[in-house]
């Protein structure tokens, strides 16, 4: 069965500080990957998404997605306390009709 | 953004009963979802759908039921609740497979 894997599990950044997160599937007929941010007792709310190799920028947040290697990572500069929360990467695989999601980083901005 | 609404929020019921969980979207969009999100395992997927009458089995069905009466109205059944399914039920939509789900609130449900 797919797996999306992510990592770090957990990680620990100063406020100002710059966050990066990691994602992997292991199916290769991925064609689209998202990421979700869900702040603790609440829902996921789709943060940004990824469909083509490359980049993509909207504000303090970039994701980079690379293909071949079913890659995708998502880079939070000037990281700020109200960015503490679960990251979730989900990607849609094979099948088609149903997203996979990873088990999510967990980030805490330390002021 | 898209408007998921669940209820109950939260939920205590009793080994062996029955629990019914609703879920309501007012952006008519064609898939809705069940997932589970427990520690360790992150969100998996229960049941899903295409429209009203259409329900799928998702990854981990075993124990559910799944009910899509109506284009805005997905449920969940657990016709016989065990503590093993305690957890936090989330409801998604989307308008297709390609595009973002939106979740709605949780239920948490405690099974005694």
């Known amino acids: 069965q797919q797996k999306v894997q992510q990592s770090p599990e957990s990680l620990i950044v100063p406020e100002g500080g710059m966050a990066s997160l990691n994602c992997t599937s292991s199916d290769r007929n991925v064609d689209y990957f998202w990421w979700y941010r869900q702040h603790s007792g609440k829902s996921p709310k789709m943060l940004m998404?990824?469909?083509?190799?490359g980049e993509k920028e909207e504000g303090r947040f970039t994701v980079h997605l690379n293909k071949a290697s079913l890659h995708t990572s998502l880079h939070i500069r000037d990281s700020q306390p109200s960015d503490s929360a679960l990251y979730l990467c989900a990607a849609r695989g094979s099948s088609g009709n149903k997203l996979i999601f990873g088990i999510g980083t967990l980030l805490s901005v330390k002021p | 953004e898209a408007a998921v609404t669940q209820s109950p929020r939260n939920k205590v019921a009793v080994t062996g009963g029955k629990v019914t969980l609703s879920c309501n979207q007012t952006n008519n969009h064609n898939n809705m979802y069940w997932y589970r999100q427990d520690t360790g395992h992150g969100l998996r997927l229960i049941h899903y759908?295409?429209?009203?009458?259409?329900?799928e089995k998702g990854d981990i069905p075993d124990g559910y039921k799944a009910s899509r009466p109506s284009q805005e109205n997905f449920s969940l059944i657990l016709e016989l609740a065990t503590p093993s399914q305690t957890s936090v039920y989330f409801c998604?939509?989307?308008?297709?497979?390609?595009?973002?789900?939106?979740f709605g609130p949780g239920t948490r449900l405690l099974v005694l």
């Open positions: 998404s990824i469909f083509s190799n």
């Open positions: 759908s295409y429209g009203a009458g259409s329900t």
């Open positions: 998604a939509s989307g308008a297709t497979a390609q595009d973002t789900q939106y």
